[in-house]
Structure formats: structure tokens, C-alpha cells
């Protein structure tokens, strides 16, 4: 039951967040979006700062903690970045307001918490630059940076427009096939030529 409330009340910030900025957003909506009493949500959360701070660090510790899974993992390095691809954006279609949520807000809390934020988005990008670098080994990637297409590929992924994307997909799975080709195609290492 407490479980089931504080699910309800995550939900309703993340919903909150995600149209308005932090500073428009008033614990009265959140309790009220998960329909529950003002006196209930300060039960679980003291603060909205202290609300929000779990939203961003529990979403940025998820994908770093599946990175990191599927980092170490036997397969080679076009699988682990299918297996990448196929997860962030799953996620990201599940949860398409979540990149609303970090985009309108991160910078409105605190610059410690800013930076928090960005050492734990520099991990996903070391996380993400483990694979590159085997990629880069296998033959597969171009031999540039590692952390540099590790953030590129990222940015890709996590770019603002990923709502519009699916928004409008008929097919998902088409539009994932259509990322990571797209994606593959700008790190692969094969040249590739106009037809003669």
C-alpha cells in the first residue's frame, strides 16, 4: 500500500514536471494528481526539491545501471549497441515525458545539484564509451574518441525531439530499426560509397 502512494505520487510529479517548469508546480497539484491529501505526501516526501531530486537521480542511476548491464555482457560490440539503442528508446516511449521532466527543470533546483546531475550523466557517458572503445577494437566503430561518440550517441538517443518521433510512429519498432541504422551508419568504420 505505502508503495502503491508513493508510485502514485512519483507519477504525478512526473506528470507536473514534465508541462511546467519546478517552480510552477505546487505540492497541492502533486498530492492532488495522486489523489491523495497534502498531509499524505509530506508523509513520503519532505520537500518538492527533495520530490524532485528523487525523480532525476533514481531515472539517471536506472540507465546508468543498465548501461553498465548491458557493458558487461559477452556479446560483441554491435549487439551491445542494439541492446542500447532497443533500451533507451523502449524506455524512453514508455515514459515519453520524462525528457520533458529533466530539460524544464535540472537547472532550477541548485548548481550542486546540477552538478550532481551531470557527473552522474558523465558516468553514462563512460559507461557508454566502454562499448565504443570495444567497438572501436572489433573494427566495427571509426577510431576517434570513444567519449566522443559515446556523447554524441547519447545525444541522439535522448534528443528533445524523441516525443515527436514516437509520438506520431505508427510502428515503433521501425522507427527504433530507423535510429540505429542511422546512428550505425555515422559510427561505423566501413566507407561508404555511391553506387558506381
Not at 502533486?30 to 527533495?50: Q, V
Not at 514508455?94 to 527543470?105: A, E, G, P, S, W
Amino acid at each position: 500500500m505505502a508503495e502503491d502512494t508513493r508510485n502514485k505520487i512519483l507519477e504525478s510529479a512526473v506528470e507536473l514536471f514534465s508541462k511546467s517548469n519546478y517552480h510552477a508546480v505546487s505540492m497541492t497539484e502533486i498530492a492532488n494528481g495522486a489523489d491523495i491529501s497534502k498531509g499524505t505526501l509530506y508523509w513520503y516526501f519532505d520537500s518538492k526539491e527533495e520530490l524532485f531530486r528523487e525523480i532525476a537521480v533514481n531515472g539517471m542511476d536506472y540507465f546508468y545501471n543498465q548501461f553498465k548491464r548491458i557493458a558487461q555482457t559477452d556479446k560483441n560490440s554491435e549487439e551491445k549497441i542494439n541492446n542500447l539503442i532497443q533500451f533507451v528508446l523502449n524506455t524512453l516511449v514508455k515514459h515519453l515525458n520524462m525528457l520533458d521532466v529533466f530539460r524544464n527543470n535540472v537547472e532550477l533546483i541548485s548548481n550542486d545539484f546540477k552538478n550532481n546531475i551531470e557527473a552522474k550523466h558523465q558516468k553514462n557517458i563512460d559507461i557508454v564509451a566502454e562499448i565504443i572503445k570495444q567497438g572501436i577494437d572489433e573494427g566495427l566503430i571509426k577510431d576517434e574518441k570513444p567519449c566522443d561518440i559515446s556523447t554524441m550517441l547519447l545525444s541522439v538517443l535522448f534528443t528533445p525531439h524523441t516525443n515527436e518521433l514516437f509520438e506520431k510512429a505508427e510502428n515503433k519498432e521501425s522507427k527504433i530499426k530507423f535510429i540505429y541504422d542511422f546512428i550505425m551508419n555515422g559510427i561505423s568504420r566501413k566507407e561508404h560509397h555511391d553506387a558506381e
